[in-house]
């Protein structure tokens, strides 16, 4: 499993990823260097050799393009992409905090995110602040099922459930929070994935 990133390497890691997706090649590191603003390359080197030793990158110093996002990380790394109800464009990768490791947990078929919760409205069923909620991208969910979903520009948790063919119920798991009616036709609901796990750091 891939260490922890600090910011300036998290940033650094997306910008790689969307250069390589629009320009089909790796970036320079005087192109890093610009877009982070460092002073000088000998910074971008630094974090670079960083990324190559947590194992998020290959790269052969002095040798152009030579800079690659490890495939197999790309391939069981999910992104964490920060607290429910910031307000933030949530999937957009520039608010991607870090990457999960989930191959050994979860399956891998499908689009995956984490999500970092903030509040208690989901106490009822273990899911507690600053936990980390994993979420399979998908555009529906069954009756009853635990949800993330936006409400406006703002995320939330709930589980959601369905009155008529007409209009959705979401749910709280703790009683101080009213349920939430909307119609299925409200372009201010959108329902984003289900919740399929939840991670947890240990107590310190």
């Not at 960083?50 to 194992?55: G, I, P, Q, T, V």
Request: aromatic share 10%.
């Amino acid at each position: 499993m891939s260490e922890t990133l600090t910011s300036i390497q998290n940033k650094i890691l997306q910008f790689i990823i969307k250069f390589q997706r629009l320009q089909g090649f790796s970036p320079s590191c005087q192109e890093i260097t610009g877009y982070c603003g460092f002073a000088s390359p000998r910074s971008t080197t630094e974090h670079l050799k960083r990324l190559r030793k947590k194992n998020y990158v290959d790269w052969i110093p002095r040798k152009a393009r030579s800079l690659r996002v490890k495939i197999d990380f790309l391939e069981y790394a999910i992104p964490l992409v920060g607290y429910v109800g910031l307000g933030k464009p949530i999937l957009e990768t520039d608010n991607y905090q870090d990457y999960l490791d989930l191959s050994t947990l979860f399956p891998q078929n499908g689009k995956k995110f984490g999500l970092r919760i903030k509040g208690d409205s989901m106490n009822g069923v273990g899911i507690f602040d600053q936990d980390i909620v994993i979420v399979h991208q998908q555009s529906n969910v069954k009756h009853g099922e635990i949800a993330a979903i936006r409400l406006n520009h703002e995320l939330t948790i709930k589980r959601v459930f369905y009155k008529s063919d007409s209009q959705i119920i979401l749910r709280s798991e703790n009683p101080a929070f009213n349920p939430l009616y909307f119609s299925l036709k409200d372009s201010q609901v959108e329902i984003l994935g289900k919740v399929i796990g939840l991670l947890r750091e240990a107590v310190k």
